[in-house]
């Protein structure tokens, strides 16, 4: 049977980690809760989310991959951006979610059988920045964050002073799918929504890695965008389930740290440096 790691934020925000290392992020308000992300839909996350919320529940989805969108199927009110129909289909096909199993780190404790089928995309309901959602005495907002795909949101919590920034913000941004914005796209794009939330967030909850970053993730990802711009990367060849591309700051070995003792890094493709 596939199981969850469950571990608490505060005592309203509480973190699911599932067996492909992915995120997700359920925030309960007064009258009802949100549950952002819903992971590969390998296992039941809906069994869950019902031993800790009584509350009712809607679900955000940052984007349309496998890895945070699958699990929709086991819930009724879910949120996705329309733009990333395209993706989010193309990423239910049985053999590519497969494919993302063989090489989770993970893989012993999770089978074939225990793959849920894929959402109707038909029942989700149309999410763009500048929704706001508020669940008694928490809001959250809806933010563009192109990138990581080019229709990308993220989540600020306005109360609790957080970004849930899914793949959207991270230590090592990856921008290799068709579906991604450019390198320039994607720097200014976070130019833009550092602008917006300074003063507003101390810090993100991401959708892989350790989970939670600084807000000065910002700075350091720009900063690397503007370096791949300008040739001045490390260009370390990288493939991965054929996304080929490249990481422009060395890691140190099975680390996302960089051997510089710089933060914040970027998978990118050379084809796609600049916005079309």
């Known amino acids: 049977m596939v199981t969850f790691d469950v571990y608490p934020i505060n005592d309203h925000i509480t973190g699911i980690l599932g067996r492909f290392h992915e995120r997700m992020y359920l925030v309960q308000g007064r009258e009802r809760a949100a549950l952002i992300d819903t992971g590969c839909g390998f296992g039941s996350l809906r069994a869950v989310v019902d031993r800790i919320n009584k509350l009712p529940l809607i679900v955000l989805l940052t984007h349309g991959h496998q890895d945070h969108a699958m699990g929709a199927v086991e819930f009724e009110r879910v949120w996705l951006n329309p733009e990333e129909k395209e993706t989010f289909l193309r990423h239910c096909d049985p053999d590519y979610r ?57 989540f600020l919590d306005r109360e609790d002073r957080l970004l849930f920034s899914g793949d959207g913000v991270s230590r090592a941004s990856f921008l290799l799918g068709r579906e991604a914005a450019s390198v320039e796209e994607f720097r200014d794009g976070l130019i833009r929504l550092k602008t917006l939330l300074e003063g507003r967030v101390d810090r993100l909850l991401e959708g892989h ?68």
């Open 98 to 154: 497969l494919l993302g199993l063989a090489i989770s780190r993970d893989a012993k404790l999770v089978t074939p059988e225990d793959m849920l089928p894929p959402p109707d995309y038909n029942s989700f309901r149309p999410l763009r920045e500048g929704e706001v959602f508020d669940l008694g005495g928490i809001t959250l907002e809806a933010l563009a964050c192109p990138g990581h795909t080019r229709s990308n949101l993220v």
């Open 209 to 276: 890695g350790s989970g939670e970053l600084p807000f000065a993730i910002f700075d350091g990802v720009i900063e690397v965008c503007n370096q791949v711009l300008a040739g001045e990367t490390d260009r370390i060849p990288y493939d991965l389930r054929g996304y080929r591309g490249f990481t422009a700051k060395a890691r140190k070995p099975h680390s996302l740290d960089r051997v510089d003792g710089g933060f914040g890094n970027l998978i990118y493709r050379e084809d796609k440096l600049y916005r079309p």
